[in-house]
Protein backbone atom coordinates (compact mmCIF):
# COMPACT_ATOMS: atom_id res chain seq x y z
CA UNK A 1 0.00 0.00 0.00
CA UNK A 2 2.93 2.20 0.77
CA UNK A 3 4.07 1.99 -2.49
CA UNK A 4 0.38 3.20 -4.23
CA UNK A 5 0.16 6.19 -1.60
CA UNK A 6 3.82 7.34 -2.86
CA UNK A 7 2.12 7.41 -6.49
CA UNK A 8 -0.79 8.99 -5.33
CA UNK A 9 1.06 11.74 -3.64
CA UNK A 10 3.46 12.19 -6.80
CA UNK A 11 0.56 12.33 -9.14
CA UNK A 12 -1.35 15.03 -7.20
CA UNK A 13 1.98 16.81 -7.06
CA UNK A 14 2.06 16.77 -11.00
CA UNK A 15 -1.72 17.60 -11.18
CA UNK A 16 -0.98 20.79 -8.61
CA UNK A 17 1.98 21.76 -10.37
CA UNK A 18 0.56 21.82 -13.76
CA UNK A 19 -2.82 24.10 -12.28
CA UNK A 20 -0.38 26.48 -10.92
CA UNK A 21 1.40 26.90 -14.58
CA UNK A 22 -1.90 27.22 -15.94
CA UNK A 23 -3.20 29.84 -13.48
CA UNK A 24 0.13 32.00 -14.04
CA UNK A 25 -0.58 31.89 -17.99
CA UNK A 26 -4.19 33.20 -17.20
CA UNK A 27 -3.14 36.01 -14.87
CA UNK A 28 -0.27 36.70 -17.00
CA UNK A 29 -3.26 36.96 -20.28
CA UNK A 30 -6.29 38.83 -18.09
CA UNK A 31 -3.46 41.55 -17.20
CA UNK A 32 -3.24 41.92 -20.82
CA UNK A 33 -6.73 41.61 -21.81
CA UNK A 34 -6.75 44.12 -18.97
CA UNK A 35 -5.01 46.62 -20.85
CA UNK A 36 -6.51 45.63 -24.16
CA UNK A 37 -9.69 46.28 -22.82
CA UNK A 38 -8.77 49.70 -21.54
CA UNK A 39 -7.67 50.92 -25.81
CA UNK A 40 -10.67 49.50 -27.32
CA UNK A 41 -14.17 50.59 -28.00
CA UNK A 42 -17.04 47.32 -28.36
CA UNK A 43 -18.48 48.83 -30.96
CA UNK A 44 -15.69 49.34 -33.27
CA UNK A 45 -14.48 46.00 -32.51
CA UNK A 46 -17.81 44.41 -33.83
CA UNK A 47 -16.42 46.00 -37.26
CA UNK A 48 -13.53 43.63 -37.25
CA UNK A 49 -14.38 40.73 -39.64
CA UNK A 50 -11.57 38.29 -40.28
CA UNK A 51 -12.06 34.75 -39.55
CA UNK A 52 -8.29 34.12 -39.91
CA UNK A 53 -7.78 36.12 -36.60
CA UNK A 54 -7.00 33.56 -33.95
CA UNK A 55 -5.85 36.68 -30.94
CA UNK A 56 -7.76 36.17 -27.71
CA UNK A 57 -8.04 40.04 -27.53
CA UNK A 58 -9.78 41.11 -30.71
CA UNK A 59 -12.06 41.08 -31.43
CA UNK A 60 -13.60 41.99 -28.29
CA UNK A 61 -17.02 40.87 -27.41
CA UNK A 62 -19.20 40.96 -23.61
CA UNK A 63 -20.03 37.30 -24.07
CA UNK A 64 -16.29 36.95 -24.40
CA UNK A 65 -15.25 39.38 -21.79
CA UNK A 66 -16.89 36.97 -19.21
CA UNK A 67 -16.05 33.44 -20.75
CA UNK A 68 -14.25 31.60 -18.22
CA UNK A 69 -10.17 31.48 -19.13
CA UNK A 70 -10.08 27.93 -19.93
CA UNK A 71 -12.46 28.42 -22.56
CA UNK A 72 -11.26 31.76 -23.66
CA UNK A 73 -7.37 30.99 -23.47
CA UNK A 74 -6.83 27.37 -24.34
CA UNK A 75 -10.58 25.85 -25.80
CA UNK A 76 -11.89 28.53 -28.01
CA UNK A 77 -8.76 29.48 -29.55
CA UNK A 78 -7.80 26.28 -30.64
CA UNK A 79 -11.00 24.76 -31.51
CA UNK A 80 -10.87 27.74 -34.11
CA UNK A 81 -7.03 26.96 -35.23
CA UNK A 82 -8.45 23.51 -35.81
CA UNK A 83 -11.30 24.90 -38.01
CA UNK A 84 -9.25 26.89 -39.93
CA UNK A 85 -6.51 24.58 -40.59
CA UNK A 86 -9.17 21.54 -41.49
CA UNK A 87 -11.49 23.74 -43.22
CA UNK A 88 -13.84 21.48 -41.19
CA UNK A 89 -17.24 23.78 -41.11
CA UNK A 90 -16.76 24.13 -45.59
CA UNK A 91 -15.02 20.17 -45.53
CA UNK A 92 -18.06 18.70 -43.56
CA UNK A 93 -20.59 20.70 -44.09
CA UNK A 94 -23.22 18.29 -43.80
CA UNK A 95 -22.13 17.96 -39.97
CA UNK A 96 -24.36 21.11 -38.17
CA UNK A 97 -23.59 22.12 -35.10
CA UNK A 98 -26.47 20.86 -33.63
CA UNK A 99 -25.03 17.55 -34.70
CA UNK A 100 -21.90 18.51 -32.72
CA UNK A 101 -24.19 19.65 -29.76
CA UNK A 102 -25.73 15.79 -29.83
CA UNK A 103 -22.37 14.32 -29.71
CA UNK A 104 -21.26 16.06 -26.45
CA UNK A 105 -24.35 15.62 -25.15
CA UNK A 106 -23.84 11.50 -25.88
CA UNK A 107 -19.93 12.19 -24.25
CA UNK A 108 -21.37 13.31 -21.50
CA UNK A 109 -23.02 9.91 -20.37
CA UNK A 110 -19.94 8.49 -21.18
CA UNK A 111 -18.77 11.05 -18.77
CA UNK A 112 -21.12 10.45 -15.59
CA UNK A 113 -20.16 6.64 -15.75
CA UNK A 114 -16.81 6.74 -15.89
CA UNK A 115 -16.53 9.63 -12.71
CA UNK A 116 -18.72 7.40 -11.28
CA UNK A 117 -16.08 4.32 -10.98
CA UNK A 118 -14.77 2.95 -8.11
CA UNK A 119 -11.36 3.34 -10.38
CA UNK A 120 -9.23 6.43 -9.81
CA UNK A 121 -7.88 5.81 -13.44
CA UNK A 122 -11.39 5.45 -14.61
CA UNK A 123 -12.35 8.34 -12.82
CA UNK A 124 -9.47 10.43 -14.34
CA UNK A 125 -10.30 9.14 -17.73
CA UNK A 126 -13.90 10.88 -17.06
CA UNK A 127 -12.45 14.17 -16.49
CA UNK A 128 -10.60 14.38 -19.08
CA UNK A 129 -13.78 13.22 -21.45
CA UNK A 130 -15.37 15.85 -19.77
CA UNK A 131 -12.35 18.48 -21.34
CA UNK A 132 -13.21 16.88 -24.52
CA UNK A 133 -16.60 17.15 -24.09
CA UNK A 134 -16.06 21.10 -23.44
CA UNK A 135 -14.16 21.28 -26.41
CA UNK A 136 -16.96 20.14 -27.79
CA UNK A 137 -19.31 22.50 -27.24
CA UNK A 138 -16.98 25.51 -27.85
CA UNK A 139 -16.46 23.81 -31.46
CA UNK A 140 -19.99 23.40 -32.18
CA UNK A 141 -20.56 27.46 -31.99
CA UNK A 142 -17.23 28.19 -34.00
CA UNK A 143 -19.03 25.57 -36.79
CA UNK A 144 -21.91 27.70 -36.51
CA UNK A 145 -20.25 31.06 -36.63
CA UNK A 146 -18.19 29.91 -39.79
CA UNK A 147 -20.92 28.17 -41.57
CA UNK A 148 -23.38 31.00 -40.54
CA UNK A 149 -20.61 33.43 -41.70
CA UNK A 150 -20.53 35.76 -38.42
CA UNK A 151 -17.03 35.27 -37.10
CA UNK A 152 -17.91 37.44 -34.06
CA UNK A 153 -17.95 35.95 -31.04
CA UNK A 154 -21.49 37.84 -29.93
CA UNK A 155 -24.92 36.57 -28.23
CA UNK A 156 -27.62 35.00 -30.53
CA UNK A 157 -30.53 35.26 -28.43
CA UNK A 158 -33.61 33.38 -29.54
CA UNK A 159 -31.42 31.20 -32.40
CA UNK A 160 -32.77 27.50 -31.89
CA UNK A 161 -29.35 26.50 -32.08
CA UNK A 162 -27.68 28.36 -29.49
CA UNK A 163 -30.83 26.96 -27.56
CA UNK A 164 -30.31 22.75 -28.70
CA UNK A 165 -26.20 23.94 -27.50
CA UNK A 166 -26.93 25.67 -24.22
CA UNK A 167 -29.08 23.06 -23.35
CA UNK A 168 -26.85 19.71 -23.95
CA UNK A 169 -23.80 21.90 -21.89
CA UNK A 170 -26.25 21.62 -18.75
CA UNK A 171 -27.11 18.21 -19.07
CA UNK A 172 -23.14 17.82 -19.42
CA UNK A 173 -22.99 19.26 -16.44
CA UNK A 174 -25.78 17.64 -14.66
CA UNK A 175 -24.45 14.37 -16.01
CA UNK A 176 -21.11 14.96 -14.19
CA UNK A 177 -22.56 16.17 -10.57
CA UNK A 178 -24.99 12.63 -10.65
CA UNK A 179 -21.73 10.59 -11.11
CA UNK A 180 -20.26 12.56 -9.19
CA UNK A 181 -22.81 11.48 -6.45
CA UNK A 182 -23.37 7.93 -7.13
CA UNK A 183 -19.38 7.57 -6.70
CA UNK A 184 -19.40 9.56 -3.44
CA UNK A 185 -22.88 8.37 -2.00
CA UNK A 186 -21.22 4.83 -2.95
CA UNK A 187 -17.89 5.25 -1.68
CA UNK A 188 -18.96 7.19 1.56
CA UNK A 189 -22.56 7.08 2.08
CA UNK A 190 -22.40 3.12 2.90
CA UNK A 191 -20.69 3.42 5.81
CA UNK A 192 -22.61 6.09 6.95
CA UNK A 193 -23.39 4.42 10.41
CA UNK A 194 -19.70 3.85 11.04
CA UNK A 195 -17.04 5.60 11.99
CA UNK A 196 -14.34 5.78 8.95
CA UNK A 197 -10.56 5.73 10.37
CA UNK A 198 -8.25 8.40 8.44
CA UNK A 199 -4.75 6.85 9.80
CA UNK A 200 -3.09 7.36 13.41
CA UNK A 201 -5.93 6.60 15.07
CA UNK A 202 -7.88 9.34 14.30
CA UNK A 203 -11.92 8.60 13.19
CA UNK A 204 -14.56 10.92 11.39
CA UNK A 205 -18.48 10.11 10.90
CA UNK A 206 -18.84 9.63 7.39
CA UNK A 207 -22.11 11.52 5.75
CA UNK A 208 -25.11 10.63 5.19
CA UNK A 209 -26.98 9.61 1.87
CA UNK A 210 -29.29 12.46 2.27
CA UNK A 211 -26.33 14.97 2.86
CA UNK A 212 -24.16 14.05 -0.01
CA UNK A 213 -26.65 14.20 -2.63
CA UNK A 214 -28.39 17.36 -1.02
CA UNK A 215 -24.86 19.02 -1.43
CA UNK A 216 -24.27 18.25 -4.68
CA UNK A 217 -27.62 19.53 -5.71
CA UNK A 218 -26.63 22.46 -4.13
CA UNK A 219 -23.65 22.68 -6.18
CA UNK A 220 -25.64 22.29 -9.56
CA UNK A 221 -28.21 25.08 -8.01
CA UNK A 222 -25.46 27.33 -7.52
CA UNK A 223 -24.11 26.77 -11.60
CA UNK A 224 -26.98 26.93 -12.71
CA UNK A 225 -28.19 30.42 -10.75
CA UNK A 226 -24.69 31.95 -11.62
CA UNK A 227 -25.73 30.69 -15.73
CA UNK A 228 -29.35 32.48 -15.58
CA UNK A 229 -27.73 35.33 -13.91
CA UNK A 230 -24.89 35.82 -15.88
CA UNK A 231 -26.82 35.78 -18.79
CA UNK A 232 -28.87 38.48 -17.74
CA UNK A 233 -25.94 40.54 -16.89
CA UNK A 234 -24.31 40.09 -20.76
CA UNK A 235 -28.13 41.13 -22.19
CA UNK A 236 -27.79 44.30 -20.49
CA UNK A 237 -23.99 44.81 -20.96
CA UNK A 238 -24.70 44.23 -24.69
CA UNK A 239 -27.13 46.47 -24.67
CA UNK A 240 -25.46 49.42 -22.82
CA UNK A 241 -21.86 49.07 -24.00
CA UNK A 242 -21.61 46.97 -27.62
CA UNK A 243 -24.46 49.49 -29.30
CA UNK A 244 -23.97 52.32 -31.11
CA UNK A 245 -25.15 55.84 -30.07
CA UNK A 246 -26.24 58.28 -32.22
CA UNK A 247 -25.63 61.02 -29.22
CA UNK A 248 -21.92 62.14 -29.05
CA UNK A 249 -21.89 62.74 -25.47
CA UNK A 250 -23.97 59.31 -24.40
CA UNK A 251 -20.73 57.78 -26.67
CA UNK A 252 -18.34 59.16 -24.57
CA UNK A 253 -20.27 58.00 -21.33
CA UNK A 254 -20.66 54.85 -22.84
CA UNK A 255 -16.28 54.72 -23.16
CA UNK A 256 -15.80 55.89 -19.54
CA UNK A 257 -17.97 53.51 -18.30
CA UNK A 258 -16.34 50.30 -20.43
CA UNK A 259 -13.00 51.28 -19.28
CA UNK A 260 -14.30 51.90 -15.63
CA UNK A 261 -12.56 49.55 -12.69
CA UNK A 262 -15.50 48.77 -11.61
CA UNK A 263 -16.94 47.09 -15.05
CA UNK A 264 -13.51 45.10 -15.68
CA UNK A 265 -13.88 43.55 -11.64
CA UNK A 266 -17.49 42.55 -12.53
CA UNK A 267 -16.25 40.87 -15.94
CA UNK A 268 -13.68 39.12 -14.38
CA UNK A 269 -15.12 37.90 -10.71
CA UNK A 270 -17.88 36.62 -13.20
CA UNK A 271 -15.21 34.70 -14.99
CA UNK A 272 -14.62 32.00 -12.02
CA UNK A 273 -18.37 31.61 -11.80
CA UNK A 274 -19.81 30.18 -15.35
CA UNK A 275 -18.04 27.10 -16.95
CA UNK A 276 -15.01 27.38 -14.85
CA UNK A 277 -17.16 25.84 -11.77
CA UNK A 278 -16.73 22.68 -13.71
CA UNK A 279 -13.28 22.66 -13.96
CA UNK A 280 -12.70 23.39 -10.50
CA UNK A 281 -14.60 19.80 -9.91
CA UNK A 282 -13.06 18.00 -13.13
CA UNK A 283 -9.71 18.95 -11.33
CA UNK A 284 -11.18 17.87 -7.62
CA UNK A 285 -12.38 14.31 -9.66
CA UNK A 286 -8.15 14.04 -10.57
CA UNK A 287 -6.93 14.41 -7.28
CA UNK A 288 -9.10 12.05 -6.17
CA UNK A 289 -10.54 14.79 -3.31
CA UNK A 290 -14.21 15.14 -5.28
CA UNK A 291 -16.05 15.56 -1.63
CA UNK A 292 -14.00 17.21 0.13
CA UNK A 293 -14.52 19.82 -2.34
CA UNK A 294 -18.31 19.60 -2.83
CA UNK A 295 -18.55 20.16 0.94
CA UNK A 296 -16.19 23.25 1.57
CA UNK A 297 -17.08 24.74 -1.48
CA UNK A 298 -20.37 25.73 -1.01
CA UNK A 299 -19.45 27.82 1.86
CA UNK A 300 -17.29 29.98 0.04
CA UNK A 301 -18.77 30.05 -3.63
CA UNK A 302 -22.77 30.50 -2.09
CA UNK A 303 -22.09 33.77 -0.37
CA UNK A 304 -19.47 35.12 -3.14
CA UNK A 305 -21.97 34.54 -6.17
CA UNK A 306 -24.90 35.56 -4.25
CA UNK A 307 -23.52 39.29 -3.11
CA UNK A 308 -21.71 39.65 -7.15
CA UNK A 309 -25.29 38.79 -8.46
CA UNK A 310 -26.68 41.32 -6.01
CA UNK A 311 -24.12 43.90 -6.53
CA UNK A 312 -24.40 43.82 -10.51
CA UNK A 313 -27.90 44.13 -10.89
CA UNK A 314 -26.99 47.54 -9.03
CA UNK A 315 -24.88 48.31 -11.00
CA UNK A 316 -27.01 47.61 -14.42
CA UNK A 317 -29.51 49.69 -12.88
CA UNK A 318 -26.87 52.68 -12.69
CA UNK A 319 -25.69 52.50 -15.89
CA UNK A 320 -29.11 52.80 -17.18
CA UNK A 321 -29.53 55.84 -15.00
CA UNK A 322 -26.76 57.22 -16.98
CA UNK A 323 -27.00 56.08 -20.43
CA UNK A 324 -30.31 55.56 -20.97
CA UNK A 325 -32.18 58.08 -18.15
CA UNK A 326 -33.82 55.40 -16.38
CA UNK A 327 -35.90 53.57 -19.00
CA UNK A 328 -34.57 50.51 -17.61
CA UNK A 329 -37.16 47.62 -17.05
CA UNK A 330 -35.87 43.95 -15.13
Not at 86 to 93: E, G, L, P, Y
Not at 149 to 165: A, V
Not at 297 to 326: D, E, K, Q, R, W
Request: neutral net charge; aromatic residues 16%; contains cysteine.
Amino acid sequence: MAPCFHNFREENAVILFVCSVIAVYYIIMDIILYQTLHNTSLVKEAAIDDPSVFSPFHPLTIRLLVLDQTNHYIIRPSTEVFNYMTNFSIMFSFISPNIISATHAVVSIVVGKMVSSDNLRHRRMGAFLFELRTWLVSFAGVVYRSQADRPIFSSFHGLYGTTLNSVCDMVGGVVLCVGVAVYVVRHYGSRRTNDVSIGNGLYVQAPRNCVIVFNIFLYVLLVVLSHGFLAYFIMHLERFLEKPFPDPQLTTVQTTLLHSSATWLFLWMWRFFTQQMFQYLVIAIAMDKIWDYVSTALYFFYPTVIILMSVCYVYIVHMNSIILGGEFTS
